[in-house]
């Protein structure tokens, strides 16, 4: 091998003939991007507006307190005037439909005056303001058509943080974002980093992240989220390590088409299915399963859950989120194992087995045979 450097040197150059390492394709620099980006803006435009071009709900739960012929009536009334939209769940009194709202059981009730001249919807504005106009729009024309007179109740109001109850989904938002680009940013400035050290990582980043999100949105802070600290902390940082996570696993199996994976799966099918602007209830029926298995939505229904109604969700939000992190670390050392048995014994060849492919072939090698302090001027020993 130290002949074969030498010679290179001698003869005009072996490593002269090596091209230039900082000269990119055409294809790499230009036309690889641009595709990227058209991939990736197509999807995100396709997704969400398949979500929400015209939003209506399908078979939004809904509470009755009437008798079984009124039930009949204003079943057969919902079905004429928006057929689909609606399923009906009885209470035999207004303290049972109050109950299933505030565990969102149902996302509202229709009660029915005993005279029948009167009528409550009653609903909960952490809801958002689309379910109440939702739901305002049916009964209210229903009730007309009864010659009955609608009084709107507000059974679960928003926090005076959080006036337009879009708090949780930037909350949320705000989480999957940073665990995605901690995930893209880990592999792309450190792609050999030793498993342990990267989960170590991903572990800080995940807690310190989360836990200062909760301080800021829960009621320490804006009071955007008024539930329980402890448990929005929990919540908030399963959500950013299962993404995190996920965002690394992603990279480590696919490489550069990674970073496209991982943007169409988490950030744009996650957020349009989180629920966080709207109930799940509204969504087309392909989208609706991924809001009940992706990190996005288990994380901001739990968030909701835990701020308004009586930690709906939280239970099987952080159960699922620890499977996604658990699960993501598992394949992740299983990858690495087979990775590592596969590598090539190279501290048992002799110099001479090292086939000359390069300038930091020749380099390693010439460190390996002893010359590496008497490479010649200008040859790149790093």
Known sequence: MTEAVANGEAGGGLLDAIPATNEQSPVRGVIIPAMVGLIIGTIFVSVFLAAFHAPRPHDL???????????????????????????????GSVDAAEDGIR?????????????????????????????????????????????????????????????????????????????FLFGLVSYQTAPRLRLGLRLLSLTAFAVTGGTITTLIAGS????????GLAKLAVTAILLTGAV?????????????????????????????????????????????????VLPVGL?????????????????????????WIISSATILYAVDSVALRRRPRTDLLTPKDVPVLGHSTVSRAAEHDGVLNSAPTGVDTA
């Open 244 to 292: 995190a996570a996920a965002t690394v696993l992603i990279m480590r199996v696919m490489g550069a088409v990674g970073t496209m994976a991982a943007t169409a799966l988490l950030l744009i099918l996650g957020n349009a299915t989180g629920g966080g602007t709207l109930p799940v209830a509204y969504l087309p029926d392909w989208l609706r399963p991924l809001s009940e």
């Open 61 to 91: 739960r809904v509470g009755v307190v009437g008798t079984g012929p009124q039930m009949a009536a204003i079943s057969s009334g919902l079905a004429s005037r928006a057929p689909g939209s609606f399923e009906l769940v009885p209470y």
């Open 299 to 323: 994380g901001i229904r739990a968030l909701q859950g835990i701020s308004y109604f009586n930690d709906d969700g939280f239970s099987i939000g952080v159960t699922l989120l620890a499977v």
């Open 103 to 179: 565990d969102r059981t149902v996302y509202g009730a229709y009660v029915i005056g005993v005279d029948g001249g009167t009528a409550e919807l009653l609903s909960a504005g952490a809801n958002g303001p689309a379910v109440k106009a939702t739901l305002e729009g049916a009964f209210q024309s229903l009730a007309a058509a009864s010659g009955a007179t609608l009084e709107a109740v507000d059974v679960v109001p928003t926090s005076s943080g959080d006036t337009r109850s879009l708090s949780v989904f930037y909350t949320g938002f705000g989480l999957v974002l940073a665990g």
């Open 220 to 227: 320490t802070g804006f009071n955007a989220l008024p539930g």
